[in-house]
T-cell receptor, first 116, second 114 residues
C-alpha cells in the first residue's frame, strides 16, 4: 500500500522555466510534508517542508503547496536551473504528538532534468 | 556544524554473514532513523532510536536490528544476510521533540551482498 505517490517518474524542463513536481497521499494522519533532493549514491538533501496547518511555504526559488482536501502537494521551482537536475522525493510524517514525526514515508521519486 | 556521518561508505559481504553499520548524528540531535533504499522498493523506513530506545519500527524482519548509545550515535545490524539486502542504507537525525521535524540524512552505506 503506497501511502505517498509520485505518479510522474520523470520530468524534463527548460532552464529558466517553472518545474512542477506533484505528490499525492492517502493517509489523513500525515501532519507534515517534506521535499528532498537526491543525487545517486548520496543521501537525500532537505529542501523545503510544510505543515498541515498551512497551504503554502516559500523558500527562495522553491515553493510547496498543500491541498489537504485533495491530499495533494506540489513543489514549484522557479526559475529552474541545470543544477536542479536530480531525483526529488516527497515525504510525509505524523506530528510530534503521535510519536511518529521521525518516521518518514517516502514517495517513489521524480527525476527532474533541466535542459539548456 | 558537521553533518550526519556514516561508516563505512561501502561494504561487500556474502550471504549468511552479518554486518554492522554506524551513524553519528548532527550534534544536538537525539533521534536517529534508518532507511533502506533499493531500486524496487524505494526509500523505506527501518526504525528510529531516541534516548537509546527504539521508538518506531518499519516492516522489516527481525534480522534487522539497531541500537543507540548515550552519545546518540547509532548502529544498525543485519544478520544472516540475503542477496535482497543489497541496498543503500541511510541514516537520518533530527530533534524529534518538535512538531515540525526536518530529518537530515547522511551519505549512506552501500551494502552489496554476494
Amino acid at each position: 500500500d503506497q501511502q505517498v505517490k509520485q505518479n510522474s517518474p520523470s520530468l524534463s524542463v527548460q532552464e529558466g522555466r517553472i518545474s512542477i513536481l506533484n505528490c499525492d497521499y492517502t493517509n489523513s494522519m500525515f501532519d507534515y510534508f517534506l521535499w528532498y533532493k537526491k543525487y545517486p549514491a548520496e543521501g537525500p538533501t532537505f529542501l523545503i517542508s510544510i505543515s498541515s496547518i498551512k497551504d503554502k511555504n516559500e523558500d527562495g526559488r522553491f515553493t510547496v503547496f498543500l491541498n489537504k482536501s485533495a491530499k495533494h502537494l506540489s513543489l514549484h521551482i522557479v526559475p529552474s536551473q541545470p543544477g536542479d537536475s536530480a531525483v526529488y522525493f516527497c515525504a510525509a510524517s505524523g506530528g510530534a504528538s503521535t510519536g511518529t514525526a521521525s518516521k518518514l514515508t517516502f514517495g517513489t521519486g521524480t527525476r527532474l532534468q533541466v535542459t539548456l | 556544524k558537521a553533518g550526519v556521518t556514516q561508516t563505512p561508505r561501502y561494504l561487500i559481504k556474502t550471504r549468511g554473514q552479518q554486518v554492522t553499520l554506524s551513524c553519528s548524528p548532527i550534534s544536538g540531535h537525539r533521534s536517529v532513523s534508518w532507511y533502506q533504499q533499493t531500486p524496487g522498493q524505494g526509500l523505506q523506513f527501518l526504525f528510529e532510536y531516541f534516548s537509546e530506545t527504539q521508538r518506531n519500527k518499519g516492516n522489516f524482519p527481525g534480522r534487522f536490528s539497531g541500537r543507540q548509545f548515550s552519545n546518540s550515535r547509532s548502529e544498525m545490524n543485519v544478520s544472516t544476510l540475503e542477496l535482497g539486502d543489497s541496498a543503500l542504507y541511510l541514516c537520518a537525525s533530527s530533534f524529534r521533540d518538535r512538531d515540525y521535524n526536518e530529518q537530515f540524512f547522511g551519505p549512506g552505506t552501500r551494502l552489496t551482498v554476494l
